[in-house]
């Protein structure tokens, strides 16, 4: 999943992450579960984290 600057702005302003690492071309969202990386490609921002997300709920259905 893929964001412009302006709206993973918006998003980070409306979960109200209290930890959030910042570095050149990657930002960290320490959620409670895991953390999640946004990466700077070209001129947006994206992550892997909800297909890594549906790998966790696919791999917890096999398990049982």
């Known amino acids: 999943m ?3 600057t302006e709206a993973l702005a ?3 302003n409306m ?6 690492t910042m570095e ?3 930002i960290i969202v ?3 579960s895991r953390d999640a990386h ?4 070209e001129d947006e921002w994206c ?3 909800p297909q890594i ?4 709920r696919f791999a917890t259905l096999r398990a049982e």
């Open 2 to 4: 893929c964001l412009t």
């Open 30 to 32: 320490h959620a409670e």
């Open 10 to 12: 918006l998003f980070l």
């Open 24 to 26: 050149p071309g990657r």
């Open 38 to 41: 946004w990466v700077a490609v």
């Open 15 to 20: 979960i109200m992450v209290p930890e959030i």
């Open 47 to 49: 992550t892997m984290a």
């Open 53 to 56: 997300d549906r790998l966790d």
